[in-house]
């Protein structure tokens, strides 16, 4: 976990140099940012297909109607869905297409400004906040949860933790350098625990579904 590369990016909090973990690095990260957006992308767009049968066909079963709890069709006919007046997943597939089409521009060799950092932060920041949203809409007030939209909230974990370590180690965000180097250098075990919170959640939340 302290096996960091030696290649150094200034720490705008404290002027000292920080030493850049592995995942930070341009094509690791386009790489991370490119099985994170696809992952996402996919599963948005699975949800707007499934969508447009239902609105062609109301009697559709979506192919993640596996029970009463599991059931992408009743949670489409809930208003969380359309929160803006449109399917929510349309918002990723714009946003993912984003988180894509950084990827691959790292792993070409393009190398972005801070203010496009910025940019790109703001949106994965949005995103997770509106996946915490959705998601406590699914565990509280649905009680119905949709495969696909956990798959989205499953890219999205990683997505935010390791573009907000990534920006905080090349000073895209000012953080103190202790806090930058100590979630570097846990940044795995931080996704990990978010991921078991997550699916402890969901188990006591339905557990008379499991035993």
Known sequence: MNNLSRERF?????????????????????????ATGITGWIAAAILILEKL??????????????NPWVSCGQVMETWQSELFGFPNPFIGLVGFTVIITTGMGLLAGARFDRWYWV??????????VFAAWLWSQALFEIYVLCLYCMIVWAAMIPLFILTTVRN???????????????????????????????AASVFFRFLHVFI
């Open 168 to 198: 905080m180690v090349h000073g895209v965000i000012p953080a103190p350098v202790a806090v930058t180097r100590w979630l570097a250098a846990w940044v795995g075990p931080v996704i990990a625990v978010t991921y078991i919170a997550v």
């Open 53 to 66: 049968q239902l609105l062609q066909d109301p009697d559709h079963v979506t192919s993640c109607d596996i």
């Open 119 to 128: 940019g790109v932060q703001a949106g994965v920041t949005l995103g997770v």
């Open 10 to 34: 200034p720490s705008t909090a404290a002027g000292a140099d920080i030493d850049t973990p592995p995942f930070a690095r341009p094509r690791a990260f386009g790489l991370l940012l490119l």
